[in-house]
Nanobody, 118 residues
Framework: VQLVESGGGLVQPGGSLRLSCAASGFTFSSYYMSWVRQAPGKGLEWVSDMAGDGGRTNYVDFVKGRFTISRDNSKSTLYLQINSLKPEVTSMFYC????????????WGQGTLVTVSS
């Protein structure tokens, strides 16, 4: 199993980014997938998840309306579109495979850093 995130970078407040997580080594469509972040000096925080068939999504309250999770099972890729970026979003973002749909993570990517600064 391998998860590889990309798409992070330095962006100005108000900007947008699309993060990607390329998965391999397992049947991608069979699993919930999640995005989890870690802000500087803080612990891990679940951000969003999506069911294997894309039929169910969940978000932490503070990102609702600004973040959109999606997946392309034909490409075994998970996405996170982040709009209206604010400095407090600055974090390392990780994708994780979720065995249960209830934060039962068994595999993680290496992360992609999102820095929001002017």
């Amino acid at each position: 199993v391998q998860l590889v995130e990309s798409g992070g970078g330095l962006v100005q407040p108000g900007g947008s980014l699309r993060l990607s997580c390329a998965a391999s080594g397992f049947t991608f469509s069979s699993y919930y997938m999640s995005w989890v972040r870690q802000a500087p000096g803080k612990g891990l925080e679940w951000v969003s998840d999506m069911a294997g068939d894309g039929g169910r999504t969940n978000y932490v309250d503070f990102v609702k309306g600004r973040f959109t999770i999606s997946r392309d099972n034909s490409k075994s890729t998970l996405y996170l579109q982040i709009n209206s970026l604010k400095p407090e979003v600055t974090s390392m973002f990780y994708c994780a495979r979720d065995l249960t749909g209830l934060c039962g993570y068994d595999y993680w990517g290496q992360g992609t850093l999102v820095t929001v600064s002017s």
